[in-house]
């Protein structure tokens, strides 16, 4: 473990993004997220939709290798405009 991280990698990572409901949002959000972890296994992405049907979360857990890996990934994340949040 390194004294910058409280994490121990290689570790599954969950990270939600939310967005507008539209196909547009989730097909995005999964190739920035395959750009930063090529690997991306089946059934690493869950998704829920808000009461109305607005919005939706998608949650993406990987298998992060490093926190530069998840730094990266963060910053693209924030950087798409289609997504409103990421945690």
């Avoid at 869950?46 to 998608?58: F, H, T, V």
């Avoid at 530069?68 to 693209?76: G, I, S």
Wanted: charged share 25%; hydrophobic share 40%.
């Amino acid at each position: 473990m390194s004294k910058d991280s409280l994490l121990e990698f290689p570790c599954d990572f969950p990270i939600k993004i939310m967005g507008d409901n539209s196909t547009e949002f989730e097909t995005e959000i999964i190739r920035i997220v395959r750009q930063h972890v090529p690997d991306l296994g089946e059934g690493a992405v869950r998704q829920n939709q808000s009461a109305k049907g607005n919005y939706l979360a998608l949650t993406v857990t990987i298998r992060a290798q490093s926190k530069a890996q998840l730094d990266n990934l963060y910053r693209a994340l924030s950087a798409c405009e289609l997504a409103k949040m990421v945690l």
